[in-house]
C-alpha cells in the first residue's frame, strides 16, 4: 500500500511531521536516506562508523524536528544535521599522529599531546603562537574565537596558528633526526 502522504513536498511533509504525522515521517526518510547514507559513504570507508553516524543522524533530525524552518528547504537542514554529525564523530575519534604533522592539519587528543609537545618549551614559538594553537587543537576553538582572545583579526590567528605550526613541524623533525 503507497504512502497517502508520497505525493507532497518536503516542506508539507516537514508541516506534517511536526504535528505528529509519523506517516509523513516514513516518505521523508524514504525519500532522502539514500542521499544521507551517499554523503556519509564518500567521505568514511568504516561501514560500521557510516551506520551509526546514519542512525545518529535520523535520531537528531527526529529529536529537533519542531526547530525545522520552510524558510530553507529540507534536504539542506538534513545536509546540516549531517555535517554536523559527521564533525562530531570525527571529534570523537581523533587520534595523535606526531609523524605526519601537516600544517593544515593538525590532529590530536589534549590529554595524549600533553605529554608529547610542551608548547612552553619550544623556543622558536612566539608567545602568540603557543597561544592559538593551544586554542585551536587543545581547546578545539575555532578562529573566529582564536581571534577575539588574541585580540587581532581571524586572518592573523589563521597565519599565527600556521607559522606555529610550521615551526613546531621543523622542531619535531629534527628532535626526530
Given at each position: 500500500?503507497?504512502?497517502?502522504?508520497?505525493?507532497?513536498?518536503?516542506?508539507?511533509?516537514?508541516?506534517?511531521?511536526?504535528?505528529?504525522?509519523?506517516?509523513?515521517?516514513?516518505?521523508?526518510?524514504?525519500?532522502?536516506?539514500?542521499?544521507?547514507?551517499?554523503?556519509?559513504?564518500?567521505?568514511l570507508s568504516d561501514k560500521n562508523v557510516?551506520?551509526?553516524?546514519?542512525?545518529?543522524?535520523?535520531?537528531?533530525?527526529?529529536?529537533?524536528?519542531?526547530?525545522?524552518?520552510?524558510?530553507?528547504?529540507?534536504?539542506?537542514?538534513?545536509?546540516?544535521?549531517?555535517?554536523?554529525?559527521?564533525?562530531?564523530?570525527?571529534?570523537?575519534?581523533?587520534?595523535?599522529?606526531?609523524?605526519?604533522?601537516?600544517?593544515?592539519?593538525?590532529?590530536?587528543?589534549?590529554?595524549?599531546?600533553?605529554?608529547?609537545?610542551?608548547?612552553?618549551?619550544?623556543?622558536?614559538?612566539?608567545?602568540?603562537?603557543?597561544?592559538?594553537?593551544?586554542?585551536?587543537?587543545?581547546?578545539?576553538?575555532?578562529?573566529?574565537?582564536?581571534?577575539?582572545?588574541?585580540?587581532?583579526?581571524?586572518?592573523?590567528?589563521r597565519k599565527l596558528v600556521s607559522r606555529?605550526?610550521?615551526?613546531?613541524?621543523?622542531?619535531?623533525?629534527?628532535?626526530?633526526?
Amino acid at each position: 500500500m503507497e504512502n497517502p502522504f508520497s505525493h507532497l513536498e518536503d516542506t508539507k511533509l516537514m508541516e506534517l511531521y511536526k504535528n505528529g504525522e509519523n506517516m509523513a515521517f516514513e516518505v521523508i526518510y524514504l525519500r532522502h536516506k539514500d542521499r544521507v547514507y551517499s554523503y556519509l559513504d564518500k567521505r568514511l570507508s568504516d561501514k560500521n562508523v557510516i551506520e551509526d553516524i546514519f542512525q545518529n543522524i535520523f535520531v537528531k533530525f527526529h529529536n529537533s524536528r519542531h526547530l525545522y524552518s520552510s524558510e530553507h528547504p529540507l534536504l539542506k537542514w538534513i545536509y546540516t544535521i549531517c555535517r554536523s554529525e559527521l564533525l562530531d564523530s570525527v571529534k570523537k575519534s581523533r587520534k595523535i599522529k606526531l609523524v605526519s604533522i601537516n600544517e593544515d592539519q593538525l590532529i590530536c587528543e589534549t590529554k595524549e599531546i600533553d605529554d608529547k609537545i610542551d608548547l612552553d618549551s619550544v623556543k622558536s614559538l612566539s608567545e602568540k603562537e603557543k597561544l592559538a594553537i593551544k586554542l585551536r587543537y587543545y581547546s578545539e576553538e575555532d578562529f573566529t574565537d582564536i581571534s577575539k582572545a588574541l585580540k587581532t583579526s581571524e586572518a592573523n590567528s589563521r597565519k599565527l596558528v600556521s607559522r606555529g605550526i610550521k615551526k613546531l613541524k621543523a622542531k619535531l623533525i629534527g628532535e626526530a633526526k
